[in-house]
């Protein structure tokens, strides 16, 4: 019997274990990837899928080989720490270092991107974007709706 997408979203009443949605599933793991961050002004994780399937993970971090903001301290630019990229921007150059395609695909972030993340994010041709919480730019939801990406607020219990 074909399982659609629908009736395995929902989990089974008469189930012993719940299942957890798909969305559910990537957020927590995009969770789990957000507890490597080496800034810990902001612990951020992102998990890019496409078909069920993880393409690419990133998290908020240092430029490899350089000292964590644990380490070295943070550098500090108009109130913001900018010795990191992004996890949303670090998932997007996993993909692009690997050569995995991620057009199309759906991005699962902690944290709602801000607008640099969220340019990169358009451009690499991410349709829809999964945020744990609202983060600070608020400019993302109108130019999200006038290009047709998906925003949704997927919320997992602490
Ligand atoms: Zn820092
Ligand atoms: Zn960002």
Redesign the pocket.
């Known amino acids: 019997m074909p399982i659609s997408d629908k009736e395995d979203d929902v989990p089974s009443p008469t189930a012993s274990t719940k299942r957890v949605s798909w969305d559910v599933y990537f957020m927590r793991i995009a969770r789990e990837a957000s507890l490597r961050s ?4 902001k612990f951020v994780g992102a998990v890019i899928v496409r078909d069920r399937t993880i393409l690419s993970t990133g998290y908020n971090g240092s430029i490899r080989n350089m000292p964590h ?1 644990s380490e070295a ?3 500090m630019d108009n109130n913001h ?1 900018v ?2 990229i992004h996890a949303e921007a670090n998932a997007i150059l996993q993909a692009a270092k690997n050569g995995v395609m991620i057009d199309g695909a759906t991005i699962y972030t902690t944290a709602s991107p801000c607008w640099n993340c969220f340019k990169l994010i358009a451009n690499a041709g991410i349709r829809r974007i999964c945020y744990g919480e609202f983060y600070r730019d608020d400019r993302i939801f109108e130019v999200a709706k006038r290009l047709q990406i998906h925003l949704d607020e997927v919320r997992v219990e602490a």
């Open positions: 080496t800034c810990d002004r903001c301290g943070h550098m720490c010795a990191t």
